[in-house]
């Protein structure tokens, strides 16, 4: 902890294939150029970062997905997840590139032609609240209990009444995803499921698509997005390289 | 913008939201949590991580969250019951997905984080390049007080679930 900082490090964004690498043309972090650092058949695009780099916000986020963006366009490339900072060229190719070489090679030749398509869906709070009071007898009867009479007369059952629709929330989120998930896995590569992060969101998966198939894929999204309308709005968030699909797994 | 080749389709129904990586909210969970990653070479601590924990609040038991569910469920008595169904629905959801009527947490948070632009701002980056500088000022207090780097996101998801 006590050695001296230096006075500049290697941010890394992602790895690529060291063969016909040419680092994306456009800026990195600070508008630092972009560099590449090869081993073998792999190569880590970098860019330097003060040595004490440390705190980060909206630019430098962007320029993370910005050099990565600008990469997946000629080629394949595995992100990183921002904030990787190594302290120089050597340690780069020493504690990233060598140790996991054979892991990054197999993992670019997996996601080589592929992209990662984000969905998600947030249920409409209007029409998921009446199915809730049409499926729950005990809200339904106590919404009507409370029906205009003065809050301050009704304060405890206003709350039991929120805790009642809370849990009705909790039952319902997630139900709709494996329906969604399903009609869209046939068109992915592979998919992740992840974690409703809404109080109202009724899916958040990632897939792993063919770039060749994304027609298909997208217009099966549009097709979902029309049939749930008004229901569970959708979010497609695409093409992105293959955040949730790439990992180091143990080094050697 | 190159776009051409990582849209070729453009969906006709209108009913999906869309964005690429440029929308950087809804890219964040991916690029802070997912990716190659060593762990000891993670060295930096997020400007506003505190704001990005909310994005992760489900239902939590309080009264607060109570008493709001009971007034959105008696305001829909407010609202004429034949429109349910019919396209007007549709116009009182906005592109984020959530609904005007309420602030969604995560309308909250990308408020917190990024002022109230949209996406479609995020795309002219000299605008939002001050107010960044404007904001960072207020939240330098907080970014020092959280320099605990990567474990925003970890807690994130033990919290979520």
Redesign the interface.
């Known amino acids: 902890m006590t050695v001296a900082q230096p006075e500049t490090a290697k941010y890394v964004y992602g790895v690529v294939r060291s063969e016909g690498a040419s680092p994306p043309k456009g800026a990195g972090i600070d508008d630092e150029p972009i560099g590449v650092v090869a081993h073998g058949s792999v190569a880590a695009l970098t860019s330097d970062v003060p040595g004490d780099f440390l705190e980060a916000g909206r630019q430098e986020l962007l320029a993370h997905t910005r050099v990565l963006e600008e990469a997946m366009e000629s080629s394949v490339v595995l992100p990183m997840r921002f904030g990787v900072v190594m302290p120089d060229e050597e340690t780069v190719h020493d504690r990233l590139l060598a140790p996991f070489a054979e892991a990054l090679e197999e993992q670019l030749q997996e996601m080589d032609g592929k992209v990662e398509v984000t969905i998600k869906g947030i249920h409409d709070e209007e029409s998921i609240l009446r199915e809730v009071i049409s499926e729950n007898r005990e809200i339904a009867e106590l919404k009507e209990a409370i029906q205009g009479k003065p809050e301050a007369a009704t304060y405890y059952e206003r709350i039991r009444l929120g805790e009642l629709i809370a849990a009705a929330l909790d039952d319902k989120r997630g139900a709709a995803a494996p329906g969604i998930i399903d009609r869209l896995a046939p068109f992915a590569v592979d998919v992740r499921v992840g974690e409703p992060v809404h109080e109202r969101m009724a899916v958040n998966a990632s897939f792993l698509v063919e770039r060749a198939r994304l027609g298909e894929f997208d217009r099966v999204v549009d097709q979902i997005g029309a049939e749930l309308a008004g229901r569970i709005q959708l979010k497609y968030t695409g093409p992105l390289p293959p955040h949730s699909f790439v990992e180091l797994g143990a080094g050697v | 913008m190159?776009t051409a080749?990582?849209?070729?389709?453009r969906?006709?129904?209108g009913?999906?939201?869309?964005?690429?990586?440029?929308?950087?909210y809804?890219?964040?969970?991916?690029?802070?949590?997912?990716?190659?990653?060593?762990d000891v070479?993670?060295?930096?601590?997020?400007?506003?991580i505190e704001i990005l924990t909310i994005?992760?609040?489900?239902?939590i038991?309080s009264?607060d969250?109570?008493?709001?569910?009971?007034?959105?469920?008696?305001r829909?008595?407010l609202?004429s019951t034949e429109t349910?169904?019919l396209p007007e629905?549709?116009e009182?959801?906005t592109e984020g997905?959530?609904?005007k009527?309420?602030q969604?947490?995560?309308q909250g948070a990308k408020e917190a984080?990024?002022g109230d632009e949209d996406e479609e701002d995020e795309e002219k980056?000299e605008e939002?390049?001050t107010k960044?500088q404007r904001s960072?000022s207020t939240t330098a207090k907080r970014?020092r007080a959280s320099?605990s780097?990567?474990s925003g996101s970890s807690q994130r998801?033990s919290k979520?679930?």
Do not use: W
């Not at chain 2, 080749?5 to 389709?9: D, E, I, N, V």
């Not at chain 2, 009913?15 to 950087?24: E, F, K």
């Not at chain 2, 809804?26 to 060593?38: A, Q």
């Open positions: 190159a080749m990582q849209q070729p389709y969906g006709g129904s009913y999906v939201a869309r964005s690429s990586s440029s929308g950087l809804d890219v964040l969970e991916l690029i802070l949590d997912k990716g190659l990653v060593i070479f993670v060295r930096v601590s997020l400007i506003g994005d992760a609040r489900i239902v038991a009264v969250t109570y008493l709001r569910f009971a007034e959105a469920v008696n829909l008595d609202m349910q169904g629905l549709m009182g959801i997905g959530a609904s009527k309420t969604g947490v995560l984080l990024f980056e939002p390049a960044r960072s970014r320099s780097s990567s998801r979520g679930s």
